[in-house]
């Protein structure tokens, strides 16, 4: 059984570019939750995909986007990045109900 | 109300003490509060999670204590180990949705 899987694991962009971030869910779960995590922080929720719909979304902006696909993988995209989106970005995955709900390590996003 | 308070901020413990990680919450409609235990790089990992239709939830060397009322809950670990030296979040949320964190608590255990 493998745990939640993310990538990259660090990246650095420019204010104003474009990215994508991914997130293979663990084996069975069928739920994927993405959080932002700014330095020193606690983690902050973006949204939660299901089913490949949104299923809920916290105080970001629309240029935070998402995507699930059918084998329950998903990407987080970012758009017209600023600097404040320097964070952690961690991807949380489950099986409905929020049953064995894991967190990958992180992509470390720097946006300079 | 949808804010989670923590407290404190840091905590450094001798080898062998006791470390008291306290929170709050403010929505009563939450009902699942874990504890997340995070070292540097990695993601946060479960530690360990309560219902609130109990008062204190114990698993080996941590436990979990409730307080409906109040609105508030804490971490205790027993023996406290230099491993143990990570950030520790509390969470809350309703069962199955996402959470809400609390700012963590940056925990040092001396040897």
């Known amino acids: 059984e493998t745990g939640v899987t993310q990538s990259p694991t660090h990246l650095i962009k420019t204010r104003g570019q474009q990215v994508t971030l991914r997130c293979s869910s663990q084996?069975?779960?069928?739920?994927v939750s993405w959080y932002q995590q700014a330095l020193g922080q606690g983690p902050q929720f973006i949204f939660q995909?299901?089913?490949?719909?949104?299923?809920g979304r916290g105080n970001f902006p629309p240029r935070f986007s998402g995507l699930q696909f059918p084998n329950y993988s998903s990407e987080l995209n970012v758009n017209a990045l600023e600097l404040d989106d320097s964070a952690l970005y961690l991807c949380a995955s489950s099986l409905t109900g929020g049953i064995g709900y894991t967190f990958g390590s992180g992509t470390r996003l720097t946006v300079v | 109300q949808q804010q989670v308070k923590q407290s404190p901020q840091s905590l450094i413990v001798q080898k062998g003490g006791i470390s008291i990680i306290n929170c709050a919450y403010e929505n009563t409609a939450f009902d699942y509060f874990p504890w997340y235990q995070q070292f540097p790089g990695k993601g946060p990992a479960l530690l360990i999670a309560?219902?609130?239709?109990?008062s204190e939830k114990k698993e080996g060397r941590f436990t979990i204590s409730f307080n409906k009322s109040a609105k508030q809950f804490s971490l205790h670990i027993m023996d406290s180990q230099p491993g143990d030296s990570a950030t520790y979040f509390c969470?809350?949320?309703?069962?199955?949705?996402?959470?809400?964190f609390g700012p963590g608590t940056r925990l040092s255990v001396l040897p």
């Open positions: 969470a809350a949320g309703r069962y199955g949705q996402n959470f809400v």
């Open positions: 995909y299901y089913r490949e719909e949104e299923n």
């Open positions: 084996s069975g779960h069928n739920t």
């Open positions: 309560i219902r609130p239709d109990v």
